[in-house]
């Protein structure tokens, strides 16, 4: 009882499943991800000077994680964060967890 009133009540009450809010938009984003180019792109994260936060669902496949460990290590000074409890889509799946998580990156870089 009252759970709907809490904030997390509230906010669950927002999230959609899914991809975007219609047909169209899952359309769209299954396209997106087909022609995304996944070249490896090592010297450019490399050459990367602003804080960076890696993050991966600690549920995802180990080569998921793996991958993103990788290239965390190669991005200077980046952060890397598993979030427990959580797949692929980490905001909508563990939206608490995932924002205390992008709010302390923020935070410890001085960017809020």
Same mark, same amino acid.
């Given at each position: =009882?009252?759970?709907?009133?809490? $904030?997390? *009540?509230? +906010?669950?009450?927002?999230?959609?499943? *899914?991809?975007? #809010?219609?047909?169209? $938009?899952?359309?769209? %984003?299954?396209? @997106?991800?087909? !022609?995304? $180019?996944?070249? =490896?792109? !090592? @010297?450019?994260? !490399?050459? +990367?000077?602003?804080?960076? +936060?890696?993050?991966?669902? @600690?549920?995802?496949?180990?080569?998921?994680?793996?991958?993103?460990?990788?290239? &965390?290590?190669?991005?200077?000074?980046?952060?890397?964060?598993?979030?427990? #409890?959580? &797949? &692929? %889509? !980490? @905001?909508?799946?563990?939206?608490? *967890?995932? #924002? %205390? %998580?992008? &709010?302390?990156?923020?935070?410890?870089?001085?960017?809020?």
């Amino acid at each position: =009882p009252g759970f709907d009133e809490g $904030d997390l *009540g509230r +906010l669950l009450a927002t999230l959609r499943g *899914g991809l975007g #809010n219609s047909t169209d $938009d899952s359309i769209n %984003a299954l396209r @997106a991800i087909r !022609a995304w $180019d996944t070249r =490896p792109r !090592a @010297a450019e994260m !490399a050459a +990367l000077s602003m804080p960076t +936060l890696v993050m991966v669902g @600690a549920n995802e496949s180990q080569k998921t994680v793996t991958l993103s460990y990788e290239w &965390h290590l190669g991005i200077p000074g980046s952060e890397f964060i598993m979030l427990k #409890n959580t &797949h &692929h %889509a !980490a @905001a909508r799946e563990n939206p608490v *967890g995932w #924002n %205390a %998580a992008v &709010h302390g990156f923020l935070t410890r870089h001085g960017l809020v």
